[in-house]
């Protein structure tokens, strides 16, 4: 366990781990649901996320679902058919969409690691992570519209970006399912572990080569990226992360360290951000 600052909310859903001090691994826990996510369980990942972002010693967070068979099978359809929609928790996901990640800005970096079948909202949660590392037995799809729905979690647009128009379209419209390889090929993808027991170490290795970077540099450098992904307009993207970040980024002291470790060909030794 690492010296947190602050401590997790509770959570009947998810399984918090620690690999490394600076790394959150977020099970989902209901591997005989195949990993699907009741409406509750949206905000409790939202509100664990939201604590992931403020506490001062965490910099990387892995989510993945437990089990051998499913990430996350999407929404709990079960439940969806009962629940009378209605504003609030009861039946709507928070504005970070589905796990509180489809639609999430946040502010420090998430991995997907991908044990199994990441359908719907599944899907469009690693859509949205900023890394996602998949089993070789791993599949992705959006098959909402096949049950009267569509992808409302912000995956269309994503898919698209990362895909294509077409691709996506198929995806979309179809049911199709991608293979780890396909999903890989289409960039949805960072790596296919070797073998499915490795997905889980392999996020983790990818997770501490992000936690040895500046963890200002880490958070501004995320907040670049996705303003460049979102932003039609490079210029825009770049006067974004500039006007939010640039003053705290070199009057933080992680500056100072990497500097002057760079100066002495020492390892820097970083402190918590504070942007």
């Given at each position: 366990m690492p010296a947190l600052e602050t401590q997790p909310p509770s959570s009947k859903m998810f399984k918090l781990s620690f690999p490394?001090?600076?790394?959150?691994?977020?099970?989902?826990?209901?591997?005989?649901?195949?990993?699907?996510?009741?409406?509750?369980?949206?905000?409790?990942?939202?509100?664990?996320?939201?604590?992931?972002?403020?506490?001062?010693?965490?910099?990387?967070?892995?989510?993945?679902?437990?089990?051998?068979?499913?990430?996350?099978?999407?929404?709990?359809?079960?439940?969806?058919?009962?629940?009378?929609?209605?504003?609030?928790?009861?039946?709507?996901?928070?504005?970070?969409?589905?796990?509180?990640?489809?639609k999430r800005i946040g502010k420090k970096p998430i991995i997907a690691a991908v044990n199994g079948f990441a359908l719907g909202g599944g899907f469009e949660t690693c859509l949205n992570c900023d890394m996602v590392v998949a089993s070789p037995l791993a599949t992705f799809g959006l098959p909402e519209a096949q049950v009267g729905l569509y992808a409302a979690a912000g995956g269309l647009p994503r898919i698209v970006r990362t895909c294509g128009l077409h691709i996506a379209s198929e995806i979309a419209l179809t049911g199709r399912r991608l293979t780890a390889q396909e999903a890989f090929s289409y960039n949805v993808v960072n790596k296919v572990s070797e073998t499915p027991e490795a997905v889980v170490g392999d996020a983790v290795d990818l997770a501490m080569k992000v936690a040895a970077i500046s963890p200002d540099a880490a958070i501004v450098t995320r907040h670049g990226l996705r303003e460049a992904w979102n932003e039609g307009s490079v210029e825009t993207a770049a006067k974004n992360t500039s006007d939010r970040y640039t003053d705290g980024l070199f009057q933080g002291e992680n500056f100072k360290i990497g500097v002057d470790a760079f100066a002495r060909k020492a390892k820097p030794e970083w402190v918590p951000s504070k942007l």
């Amino acid at each position: 366990m690492p010296a947190l600052e602050t401590q997790p909310p509770s959570s009947k859903m998810f399984k918090l781990s620690f690999p490394t001090p600076n790394i959150l691994l977020m099970t989902i826990n209901r591997p005989k649901a195949m990993n699907s996510i009741p409406m509750a369980g949206h905000w409790e990942a939202a509100s664990i996320l939201d604590w992931f972002d403020s506490e001062p010693s965490l910099r990387v967070a892995i989510v993945t679902g437990a089990g051998k068979k499913a990430f996350s099978a999407g929404q709990d359809l079960i439940e969806l058919s009962s629940v009378k929609k209605s504003p609030g928790k009861e039946g709507s996901h928070p504005s970070s969409g589905f796990l509180g990640i489809s639609k999430r800005i946040g502010k420090k970096p998430i991995i997907a690691a991908v044990n199994g079948f990441a359908l719907g909202g599944g899907f469009e949660t690693c859509l949205n992570c900023d890394m996602v590392v998949a089993s070789p037995l791993a599949t992705f799809g959006l098959p909402e519209a096949q049950v009267g729905l569509y992808a409302a979690a912000g995956g269309l647009p994503r898919i698209v970006r990362t895909c294509g128009l077409h691709i996506a379209s198929e995806i979309a419209l179809t049911g199709r399912r991608l293979t780890a390889q396909e999903a890989f090929s289409y960039n949805v993808v960072n790596k296919v572990s070797e073998t499915p027991e490795a997905v889980v170490g392999d996020a983790v290795d990818l997770a501490m080569k992000v936690a040895a970077i500046s963890p200002d540099a880490a958070i501004v450098t995320r907040h670049g990226l996705r303003e460049a992904w979102n932003e039609g307009s490079v210029e825009t993207a770049a006067k974004n992360t500039s006007d939010r970040y640039t003053d705290g980024l070199f009057q933080g002291e992680n500056f100072k360290i990497g500097v002057d470790a760079f100066a002495r060909k020492a390892k820097p030794e970083w402190v918590p951000s504070k942007l």
